[in-house]
Structures are given as C-alpha cells and as structure tokens.
C-alpha cells in the first residue's frame, strides 16, 4: 500500500505528552504479547517428580535390542499420548502427578476359573522383573526406543485359569475424573479400553511393564503398570491398567469406536497399509530430524509374522 | 490527541516492530545453537512456523480495522513489514516440510501435496502467497497500479480461509481448541470488512416500483 505519509505537523501537535510516553507503553504491549505468547507456546514440558525410584536386580533379555540407541528419558517423559491427562504431547508430563498410584489394585475376571484382584505390590513380586529395550512406533508417525521393565504377559496366566471360551484379553485404564482430568470431556468413549487376542498377548515379546530406564514407571506413562506390545502400534499398549478382562469375542476398542476405518483391532505396524490420513512407509525417531523406512511388524516380523499366517493384514490392519 | 509518529517516529517504531517479527526466527536459532528441539524437533520447528505464519497473518489483516477504529493512518505503513514476515515465517513452514518430511525429492512432495488434502490447502494457501510477496514493493505497486494490485492483495482473504482450514485439518479430532480459536478470529476480520463494504456502499435507488417517466404528452412523430 502506498500512503506517503506527510510530516509537516507542527511539533506542538504532536507533543501530547501523555500520548508520546505512550508509544513505549504501546510497543511493550506489543513485546508483552508476542512474548507471552512465544512462552505459552514453546513446549518448556518438565517432569514435576524427577527421576523416580531405581528398580533393583533388574535381568536383561534376549529379546532387548541392541543396535538402537534408546531415546532420552527426558523425551520419553515428556512427549506422548495419555488422553485422560489432555490431548497435546505434553499434556501427561503437566498433569499426571494427579495419579494416585498407591494404593492399586488389578482385576482380572471374564472368562476365567475364578476371577481376582491382586495389588500392585504383589504384582511386582510375581517374577523377575527384565529389561525389554523395544522399538516403539506411533500410529502418528514418529517412534522411539525404550528400556522397559517388566515381565512376560503369561506369568498373569499362571496365576488365573482363562477358561475354554476365552479367545481375547481386554486392558482397561483407570478412568477417574477425579486424577484424569480429561476423562470428563468425551475425547474417547471412556474407559479406555484395549485389547489382543489371547495368543498375541501369550507371545513372549508382550509383556506387562511396570518400569522404564531402571526405575519405577513414571506416572505420565502409564503407571504402575501398563502393557506394551512392540509390533503393534503404541496405543495398543493401554496404561494404568485396573482391569484385565477374558472374553470370546473380538472386543470394540476405544480407538475402533472413535475411528473405525482409521484404527483396526489388530493395528500391527505395517508400512504397506497407510492411515486414511497419512502414509506409515517411514517414521521419525524422536530426537531425529529426518525419516527412517518403517518395518514390517516394527522390526519384530521374524518373531510373530507367524500369528497371522494367512491373514489379509489389509483387511486385518 | 492521537498519537502520529513523524517519519523519524516511524522508522524508530518499524525498526522495533522489525526486532519483534524476527524473535520467534531468533527462538529457532537459539534452539539450533543449544540443539535444544524439544522430543520432537521437526514437529516442533514446523508447528512453530506455522503458528507463527498464522500469528502475523492476523496482525497483518487487524491494521486495517485497527486503523478505522483508532484513525491511526499511519498503522498502515506497518502493514507491508508484518504481510512479509508472514510469508517469511511461511516459506520456512514449507522448507522444513519438503526438507525434513520429504527430503527435497520432488516426487515425494508432490504426492503428498496430491494425497493429504490439509497438505494441499497449505500448499494452495503458501503458493498464493508468493505472488502477494512478489508485489510488495513500491515499484511493483506502481507497475500494477493502485487498483490493481489492490485487487490482487485481497486474495489474503482467501488464503486466511485456507490457512483454518488447513490448520483443522492437520490435527486430531481432539484437539480442535487451536484452530477453532485462530478462525474466530478470521471470521472476526473478515467479517469486519464485509460490515465495512456494506456500510459504505452507495446505496442503489429502488427502481422496482417506479413508474416509467413520462416525457412525452403524446408520442413524437
């Protein structure tokens, strides 16, 4: 736009003295603004309890992986998805100190002998707890390497008689508004609920987590116990777990309720199957400014591809 | 009193308003220099740049209501300055998208512009801006002329709806708070314009139930 601007204004016109010490006010207004709004976007996520409680004797694995770099716990406990704590990457970090992990029980029941409900504490002596460095893909595109702890999802099965129906295993999240904030607003259809079916959660590579990077699982990952399922994309691995329920049929998981075509039950890593919105050929490994391929199976194929023999996985996706 | 900075004011004030634009650029040096991206760096950078192509965008179109509500002509000569750090912030949006998520390989980038329609609408919105840039000088004002390039510039409109729309689109069905804000507030600019434009329209004479004139008593030979 061109207005040339004419500056024969006789200088007693323009010394107001109120409005010429305005102009500070005006640009620091302006400063004040762009400022806080620079400051309320930068992501300055913290942890509020710092590193949490080392976890002792801890046995390495066979299956860890041993060529990729873990991610930093300072990413890993900052950045992710737990809805009930708010829908942004950081939300967890900021608000999941409302978690009551103590005391916690589980709840196992459905099609099983004799349903029951263990405590966290008891849990925790079930087996020797491991190391499992996995893989960790997000159904969003961008994945990580973490040193997990935890122990085989079978040793549950010692200690509760699945009965001949029982076909799938349904995970369910705490949902308490009270601690969850979010689980007031109807992000998802609350409780979050996942599952596998049986023999995906026998395999050995699942395994229930009540750990990471050594120590007591932080709050905004799911504690204090959480499953994860390496091959599968991230969400399958629901957290905070309260129930674990035996059932015959296929269940309805939250995500397949907010997305069916978008979220499969099965959700297996697959580079070849894109999300209606985006492609899953290649992620980005947080940390990392450009893309790596994605593997099928996220690298673990040589382990389970053998689960879905003869499976159409794009149907199954 | 209104405050009317003389040309010396002015160019103190540009000056300053130029030091502003340039601090979310200098956030992202500041973050190269201390290789501090937060967990996710390329989300963070194009999330930054995006934001903040939409924040000055805004600001660009608020001089014009800004100016009638306060007579404060002189906001205009600001308006240039904030339209180009727009684009600025806009063309690093759309390098860190064909670098980091595409490598500068040509193929791949115009699949996605094909294939995900909030990569598309970005791109329509980046790629009307260019020419809104192109023209930004006084010499390509006098090239056009006036009406013309007036004409023009009044695209931004369009590629202020462009830019909600992409923003609604590129995030999850959870997290429509962001963008639901930025397009009030383009709906609240444009919607001021559109106020604007009817206001001061010539109001046309109602011709509907006129009678014809009659100039004549009796037919002319």
């Given at each position: ?317 | ?52 192509t939409f924040n000055l965008l805004l600001i660009t179109l608020c001089?014009t ?18 339209g180009?750090?727009s684009f600025?912030?806009a ?30 609408v970005g791109?329509a919105a980046f790629?009307l801006l260019?020419?809104l ?20 510039h009044r695209s931004i409109y369009l590629i202020s709806i462009l830019a909600c729309v992409h923003y609604f ?10 963008p639901?804000?930025y397009s009030v507030a383009v709906a609240m600019l444009l919607g001021w314009r ?28």
């Amino acid at each position: 736009m061109l207005i040339r601007h004419t500056p024969a204004i006789a200088s007693t016109d323009i010394t107001d003295p109120q409005v010429y010490a305005g102009r500070r006010d005006f640009i620091r207004t302006l400063a004040l603004g762009l400022g806080a709004a620079s400051l309320g976007l930068a992501h300055g996520a913290e942890t509020r309890e710092g590193r949490g409680r080392p976890l002792a004797n801890l046995r390495s694995s066979p299956f860890s992986t041993l060529d990729d770099k873990p991610t930093p716990y300072q990413s890993m406990t900052t950045y992710g998805n737990f809805y009930e704590f708010g829908p942004d990457k950081d939300s967890p970090a900021k608000n999941a100190h409302r978690l009551r992990t103590s005391p916690w029980t589980l709840t196992v029941d459905g099609e099983v002998k004799s349903p029951k409900t263990f405590a966290i504490e008891d849990i925790l002596k079930w087996a020797p707890l491991e190391e499992r460095i996995y893989r960790m893909r997000c159904v969003e595109g961008w994945s990580a390497v973490v040193p997990w702890v935890g122990f085989p999802f079978s040793e549950l099965l010692k200690r509760v008689e699945p009965t001949g129906n029982a076909k799938y295993v349904e995970f369910w999240s705490l949902a308490d508004p009270e601690q969850m904030p979010y689980v007031r607003i109807p992000l998802l259809d609350w409780p979050y609920v996942e599952a596998l079916r049986l023999d995906e959660a026998r395999h050995p590579l699942s395994i229930l987590a009540v750990g990471m990077y050594g120590e007591v699982m932080p709050k905004q990952n799911g504690a204090p116990i959480r499953l994860v399922v390496p091959w599968k994309y991230g969400f399958k691995g629901a957290k905070s777990i309260v129930r674990i329920r035996f059932v015959e049929k296929q269940p309805n998981t939250a995500w397949m309720k907010a997305g069916p075509d978008e979220y499969g039950f099965y959700s297996n890593v697959n580079p070849d199957v894109p999300h209606k919105r985006w492609s899953q050929a290649s992620e980005r490994r947080l940390g990392e400014f450009l893309k790596r391929k994605t593997l099928p199976f996220n690298g673990y194929a040589d382990q389970v591809a053998s689960l879905y023999a003869g499976m159409d996985l794009r149907k199954n996706f | 009193m209104r405050f009317n900075p003389d040309n010396q004011q002015l160019g103190q004030i540009k000056i300053a308003l130029f030091a502003i634009c340039l601090i979310p650029a200098i956030r992202l040096l500041w973050a190269a220099y201390t290789g501090d991206f937060g967990p996710n760096p390329v989300e963070f950078v194009q999330r930054w740049t995006g934001t903040w192509t939409f924040n000055l965008l805004l600001i660009t179109l608020c001089i014009t209501p800004l100016r009638a509500m306060t007579q404060m002509h002189w906001l205009t000569r600001l308006r240039r300055m904030l339209g180009l750090f727009s684009f600025f912030y806009a063309a690093l949006h759309f390098l860190s998208f064909i670098g980091f998520d595409h490598d500068f390989s040509l193929d791949a980038i115009a699949r996605d512009i094909f294939k995900r329609p909030f990569v598309t609408v970005g791109f329509a919105a980046f790629v009307l801006l260019i020419p809104l840039a192109a023209t930004s000088s006084n010499w390509a004002i006098r090239q056009l002329g006036g009406r013309k390039w007036q004409e023009l510039h009044r695209s931004i409109y369009l590629i202020s709806i462009l830019a909600c729309v992409h923003y609604f689109w590129l995030v999850k069905a959870t997290a429509l708070l962001w963008p639901l804000a930025y397009s009030v507030a383009v709906a609240m600019l444009l919607g001021w314009r559109i106020r604007e434009r009817r206001r001061k329209a010539i109001p046309v004479p109602q011709f509907q139930n006129a009678k014809p004139l009659k100039f004549f008593k009796q037919k002319p030979e």
